[in-house]
């Protein structure tokens, strides 16, 4: 299978950047087509990183549907906390399907081509999903607010109605900054260079190949990070000095390690999505600094889903002893028709 040649890209990229800088871009036609550079140009790697990717994705669907099932069918997961785990879980698998599929057939064919509609159709999941998900993880970190610092009020504020509305909140919070973001791509034009370095569609690097005025939507963007990104992330970090502080201040070792047991699985949750994110878009974009602002985006896009479930699984007591109800249950099931 032939690959296609990472100096052949470059060249290209070259060419057309000397035709911009000459000033003769209104006599190129309009770009149709995005050439993703992916992870590396090394044939050799090629079919290994798409049997590792193709691993994770199967792994991160099948953990993520199973946290959905038991939350779904087993009563005692019915609480607000697994609620929101449900709904994690659910946005997980979507956020994965926007980037794996398509990367796992660029590994296998070679064909780092993506149209100019995908491409934007993939930004706006990746935007959707990535605001959702901030949302969701400051909602959850309320959650165990209210359950830690104000347990006799838990029941009552944390009501059926409310978990409704906060997720949908943060859904809808999601959908709508993105889309009116789209409405503003959607009138950028694209005449060259066509290369992208990257493996997905992320928003700098579309810009940096746009032709057009990029003022107005790097303006919205900023309109819209404080409530969409920092906002969510406040909310989280307040939440748990709170719960810190108030744990510290339970006398017994045995109830301070029962309190800190039901906040962990989260807590480790949120310091890999924000801590990967926060490296990703803080680090120098140089040349230099290039393959590991990759390695890390890989981090926040593929392994964060791919943790969510094991870590919930693995450190969670209830979702432990759900899943072993589950299991002694088909195992029923199994005798039953044998």
Aim: proline content about 4%.
């Amino acid at each position: 299978m032939v690959q296609p040649n990472l100096s052949m890209f470059i060249t290209f990229h070259d060419h057309r950047m000397q035709l911009m800088e000459k000033g003769d871009v209104e006599n190129q036609t309009d770009v149709t087509e995005f050439i993703l550079l992916g992870l590396g140009d090394l044939p050799e790697l090629q079919i290994p990183l798409f049997l590792v990717f193709l691993v994770i994705y199967i792994v991160t669907m099948a953990g993520n549907f199973l946290i959905i099932a038991l939350v779904v069918t087993d009563q005692h997961l019915h609480t607000p906390m697994y609620f929101f785990l449900g709904n994690l879980s659910c946005l997980e698998t979507c956020y994965t399907s926007a980037f794996l599929p398509r990367m796992l057939a660029s590994l296998l064919t070679g064909d780092r081509t993506i149209s100019v509609g995908g491409c934007k159709t993939q930004f706006f999941f990746f935007c959707f999903l990535a605001t959702t998900e901030c949302y969701l993880l400051a909602v959850m970190s309320y959650d165990r607010y209210l359950a830690i610092c104000k347990p006799l009020h838990y029941g009552t504020c944390m009501n059926g109605k409310l978990c409704l509305q906060l997720a949908a909140g943060c859904w809808i919070s999601g959908f709508l900054p993105c889309t009116i973001v789209m409405c503003f791509m959607s009138q950028l034009i694209f005449c060259g260079p066509s290369v992208m370095e990257h493996f997905f569609c992320d928003l700098t690097p579309m810009l940096k190949l746009s032709c057009s005025d990029t003022s107005q939507i790097m303006l919205v963007l900023y309109i819209f990070s404080f409530p969409d990104a920092v906002s969510p992330f406040l909310l989280t970090l307040t939440s748990y000095v709170c719960i810190v502080s108030t744990i510290l201040r339970i006398p017994s070792t045995t109830g301070r390690q029962k309190a800190f047991s039901t906040c962990f699985s989260h807590l480790i949750v949120v310091t890999l999505f924000y801590g990967t994110i926060m490296i990703v878009y803080t680090l120098p974009k140089s040349s230099n600094l290039r393959a590991l602002n990759k390695v890390f985006s890989v981090c926040y896009t593929v392994l964060t889903p791919l943790a969510n479930p094991l870590i919930y699984s693995l450190r969670n007591r209830e979702v432990k002893e759900a899943l072993r109800k589950a299991v002694r249950k088909c195992l029923a099931l199994t005798k039953k028709s044998d």
